[in-house]
């Protein structure tokens, strides 16, 4: 049973272009939430959602940022127009639909440059 | 009322030491205390966790304690060993293990050989 896949693991971006992250849940997972690291912080809720629906969006950025969850394939965390401030650890997590507990990915570390 | 508090930010100790990381917490809602044990690269994986009913948990050689009237809780490490140096996350949440956590900053643990 392969774990919450994240990709690209490393991902550099001119400012001003588009960032687009990937995650596919463990098996079975419905619910995926995505957490960000910066440099020497610990990580910060951005946005829960289960397939097709945003549950709590209350930890991302007003602009720019956006997340989905399709009805099939991976979730995507959207970044546009990325700034330095952007440079981060993005990690998802997926949890089953009781919610009991979640499971992280490896991350998807982003440089803008 | 979201925060949580982690120190120290980083320690040292010799192998079979007893590291201790602390934390506190301000928002009396949460009902779930885990922590978390993040490799360099990888993504943090869920080590042990508490519920406020309890002033102590032990997994093996990892302890939490508890103090539900100060807001604060700890851990343990028994025997400290190399293999555990890493970086460790205390977080908080409502709702119990299905809420948003809310992390402390880290604390980076070295266990020398």
């Known amino acids: ?23 596919s849940p463990m098996k079975g997972h419905s619910h995926v939430y995505w957490y960000r690291q910066l440099p020497e912080e610990g990580l910060k809720f951005m946005v829960y959602l289960q397939k097709e629906n945003i549950i709590d969006e209350s930890g991302m950025p007003k602009e720019r940022f956006s997340a989905e969850f399709p009805k099939e394939g991976p979730s995507i965390l959207r970044i546009q127009q990325v700034v330095r401030g952007d440079s981060a650890a993005y990690f998802c997590a997926s949890s089953p639909p009781s919610r009991a507990g979640y499971t992280f990915g490896s991350g998807t570390r982003l440089t803008v440059v | 009322q979201q925060q949580v508090k982690q120190s120290p930010q980083s320690l040292i100790v010799q192998k079979g030491g007893i590291p201790i990381i602390n934390c ?27 519920r406020p009913d309890v002033s102590e948990k032990k997994e093996g050689r990892f302890t939490i304690s508890f103090n539900k009237s100060a807001k604060q809780f700890s851990l343990h490490i028994m025997d ?28 980076k643990l070295s266990v020398k050989p």
């Not at chain 1, 774990?3 to 001119?14: D, E, F, I, S």
């Not at chain 2, 409502?94 to 880290?106: A, D, E, P, R, T």
Request: overall charge positive.
């Open chain 2, 24 to 50: 506190a917490y301000e928002n009396t809602a949460f009902d779930y205390f885990p922590w978390y044990q993040q490799f360099p690269g990888k993504g943090p994986a869920l080590l042990i966790a508490i």
């Open chain 1, 1 to 23: 049973n392969a774990g919450v896949m994240q990709n690209p693991r490393h991902l550099v971006r001119r400012r001003g272009q588009e960032a687009r992250l990937r995650c």
């Open chain 2, 80 to 107: 400290s060993q190399p293999g555990d140096s890493a970086t460790y996350f205390c977080a908080g949440a409502y709702g119990g293990s299905q809420g948003n956590l809310i992390f402390g900053k880290g604390t």
